[in-house]
């Protein structure tokens, strides 16, 4: 390993990110350090470099960004022991959570750390550019679909044959990063799924299991989605994407469904995050913010619905994580389950083509996950 290597460094709040040594972090028990191949960005990156400094409070400056990790270990913590040096692996870096060091955890640098436990092993055929789409999307999607506080789902034995109607989910934003994976792991586990996405994606979005794709432009929707439903048992709904919670409320309310996963602001932050200055311009947009997000909340308890919203890094410290990543993620990539999703699109190559991802992420993609190569 070399004692120092490239990172994307947010400097300051809401700069641009350069291009600065960083040194090489040693492994710490549980922890494995990689030397990436690939990392994935998420909306929540820009949403970080934009906004940080009243959203991300507890993130020190310099920091590097970043969650979708894909490479090759090169040094294992003590207690360590499903990897190898030498294998390659992807996984969830959580550095920007509080109280984490983003310097030594997040993924926009050559090299970065991993927890063993929101680690696995690449498959075989599946390249770094690949693998590296999956780790935000598909913890997020875990956190809405498994965690007790949220829909609280299980997994069915796959030993268990006997026909069995286990209910149906409900994604809202069925063509998004964590969409996809919410759709493979909800099916995955035993349950029906109807969902929603842009007719251009409506295709993919059933080739992963929803039996049920409406247009979420569409003003019908949600009749739609109750229409297709079609009085089976409603186990929950996950909301992704800016209008999805008003819409998830009205098909619960209307189904008898009862538990709500929110994963997205329904203000979106995108414009704010790109201003150049924060002040004033984040006072309406944080006032219609929490505005929105209290008129919901009071709907939702109206119509008897438990609504929470989901942090995707939250698996990090519960059975949720290590269940995923130690077992079912493996499981369910070796035998094609779930499929490494959105499709990658390449921004360039090295840590100094990562902001051109961001970018392009922020612009808005369809069906697509943005990625660097390292
Ligand atoms: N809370 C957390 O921990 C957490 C973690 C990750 C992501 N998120 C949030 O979850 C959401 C999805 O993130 P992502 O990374 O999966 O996003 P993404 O892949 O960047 O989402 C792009 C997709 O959004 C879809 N979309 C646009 N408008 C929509 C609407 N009104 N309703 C539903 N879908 C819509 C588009 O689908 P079409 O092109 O088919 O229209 C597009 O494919 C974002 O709001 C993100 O901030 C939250």
Partial sequence: ????????????????LSVERMPTPDPAAGEVVVRV???AVNPIDWVIQGTGSVTYRWLPTPAVLGSDVAGEVVAIGSGVTRFRVGDRVFGLATGTDRGRDSRREGAFQEYTTLLEHLTAPTPAGVTDVQAAVLPLGVSTAACALFQPR?????????ADTRPRERGVVVVWGGSTSVGMNAIQLARAAGYDVVSTASPRNADLVRSLGADVVVDHGSAGAVDELVAGIDGRPVVGAVALGETSTAGCIEVLHRTGGSVLA???TPVSLAALAS??????????????????????NARARRAGIRAAFVWGTSLRDDEVGRRLWGRLLPEWLADGTVRPLPEAIVAGDGVGAIQE?????????????????L
Wanted: proline share 7%; aromatic share 2%; hydrophobic share 50%.
């Fill in 357 to 373: 991802a961001l970018d392009r992420q922020r612009a808005g993609v369809s069906a697509r996950k943005i990625v660097a190569t």
């Fill in 37 to 39: 191949g690939a990392v």
């Fill in 150 to 158: 949220h829909l609280g789902l299980t997994v069915r034995d796959p």
């Fill in 1 to 16: 390993m070399p004692r120092h290597h490239d990172a994307a460094v947010l400097a300051s709040p809401r700069a641009r």
């Fill in 275 to 296: 201003r150049r200055r924060l002040f004033p311009a984040m006072v309406p947009v944080f006032a219609r913010l929490g505005l929105k997000t209290l008129l919901l």
């Fill in 262 to 264: 929110m994963a997205s």
